[in-house]
């Protein structure tokens, strides 16, 4: 069973504004990793948070965590058309395989 | 680096036949896996392996078989397709050591049984 729940399953805003997407998981972690997928393509990895860390940013993206309430968002600034994509958290603990959410279908409209 | 290759990236058969997808990496990566994704289901994985010589399954492995004979390759069988398996496969790798496990994926295969 899938361990990640993205919130919401879809979102659409207007370039330039931005985007969050939140993560809710079920069990202890060692990180939370968070990955785009554009149409028709493999999913490419974005950033990854450690289970001790509670923010981290790349770019235009800041992840938080919150062990406690066993939570995650993505928050995407200055949104751009190219973000335009889904988005998938995924789960890591130990050597166990990744456990990927049903993700988040962002448009991001110009 | 390659990276991740998948062959086909287009299939279509019908029910009953048999096929492999091809996975192969050039990253020595030890942990090699297969998902597949459906409208609304996200990925769920299939089966995945640890390194040469060991396969363990996922979520929903019934009706595919995996092996892993080289660090490199990892090959996934369908003895007997069936409509339900009309779906987009991907097969990803990662080190399987230390702290960092981002997985490359693959770019898919697109599977349709008749």
């Known amino acids: 069973s899938q361990q990640g729940e993205e919130d919401p399953q879809a979102l659409s805003i207007q370039e330039g504004e931005n985007a969050t997407m939140n993560c809710s998981y079920k069990t202890s972690i060692n990180n939370l990793q968070w990955y785009r997928q554009n149409s028709g393509r493999g999913l490419v990895h974005l950033i990854l948070i450690r289970s001790n860390e509670r923010e981290k940013h790349s770019g235009r993206l800041r992840v938080t965590l919150d062990t406690s309430k066993k939570s995650s968002s993505l928050l995407i600034t200055a949104s751009r058309a190219a973000d335009t994509a889904s988005y998938f958290c995924a789960t890591a603990s130990g050597n166990t395989p990744l456990v990927f959410g049903k993700g988040t279908r962002l448009s991001v409209i110009a | 680096n390659a990276g991740v290759t998948q062959t086909p990236k287009f299939q279509v058969l019908k029910t009953g036949q048999s096929m492999t997808l091809q996975c192969a990496q050039d990253m020595n990566h030890e942990y090699m896996s297969w998902y597949r994704q459906d409208p609304g289901m996200g990925l769920r994985l299939i089966h995945y392996?640890?390194?040469?010589?060991?396969?363990d399954q996922g979520e929903v492995p019934n009706g595919y078989n995996v092996s892993r004979s080289t660090t490199e390759d990892f090959p996934l069988r369908l003895l007997s397709a069936a409509p339900s398996q009309t779906s987009v496969y991907f097969c990803?790798?990662?080190?399987?050591?230390?702290?960092?496990?981002?997985?490359?994926f693959g770019p898919g295969t697109r599977l349709t049984v008749l």
């Open positions: 392996s640890v390194g040469a010589g060991i396969t």
């Open positions: 990803a790798s990662r080190e399987l050591a230390g702290r960092y496990n981002e997985q490359f």
